[in-house]
């Protein structure tokens, strides 16, 4: 079976970045499938690709080594991380985009070999890491461990009284809201507020509305979602990520 790389990035489409990325992974492994889960993140919003990635990385299967990188502090003295958990390796910048890894799960600090760009470890660090535990390599093999990365986990839900408030931490393409609260945690028949505006109790889905209308509804990551049918909830409310939700 080939191996599996997936990658994640701020870099868009526009530019060689991604392609000199691949070049050095297409290189190195030979018949390497390379899995593109979005090139789309918002210029350094870790907290965007963190949620990205904690979403989807369960999806693959075991041996797949994600590559990510959104990297803010790309040449300072911010490391470069490797890390494993349930037989998934992952690849990506000390700056808290792994903070959904489990505590106990292993880390290493990558090095940074002479010759690296200093605005481009994606291609010249990241990448030819990735490659080596694509091809077999352990952690220990690619660095050296160590157990003080940073974390900044995304904001958990909390109770008020028999309310449950949480927030957006996240705006698809669509304009939709993706809360924190999960779908398990509301009770039937609450209506969900977002920003202080009543949305209503939750639908099923978009068709349970007429068009142009907010609904509030248990998205395909488990958790309350609002949106508009065949608009955008964030630009018709004014709100994105950090507005408090409250079901």
Do not use: C
């Amino acid at each position: 079976m080939a191996t599996l790389i997936t990658l994640l990035t701020d870099f868009g489409s526009a530019d060689s970045y991604v392609g000199e990325v691949k070049g050095v992974l297409l290189s190195q492994v030979h018949g390497v499938v390379l899995a593109d889960i979005t090139h789309q993140v918002p210029p350094g919003d870790v907290r965007a690709a963190q949620y990205v990635l904690s979403r989807v990385w369960r999806r693959f299967p075991q041996g797949t080594v994600h590559l990510a990188v959104v990297d803010p502090g790309v040449g300072t003295e911010r490391r470069a991380l490797a890390a494993q958990t349930a037989g998934h390796f992952f690849v990506a910048p000390d700056n808290g985009l792994l903070s959904f890894l489990p505590a106990g799960a292993p880390f290493v600090s990558l090095p940074v070999p002479p010759g690296a760009a200093p605005t481009f470890h994606a291609r010249d660090v990241f990448a030819p890491a990735a490659g080596q535990l694509a091809l077999g390599a352990s952690l220990s093999h690619v660095g050296h461990t160590v157990s003080d990365v940073s974390r900044s986990p995304l904001p958990a839900p909390r109770h008020d009284g028999a309310a449950v408030v949480g927030e957006v931490i996240y705006v698809d393409r669509f304009g939709t809201l993706i809360s924190n609260i999960a779908g398990e945690a509301v009770e039937p028949g609450v209506r969900i507020k977002v920003g202080g505006v009543e949305i209503g109790t939750l639908s099923r889905t978009f068709g349970d509305v007429e068009r142009g209308v907010l609904l509030a509804f248990v998205g395909s990551g488990g958790t309350v979602e609002i949106a508009v049918r065949d608009g955008s909830a964030a630009r018709l409310l004014g709100v994105g990520v950090g507005a408090e939700v409250r079901a």
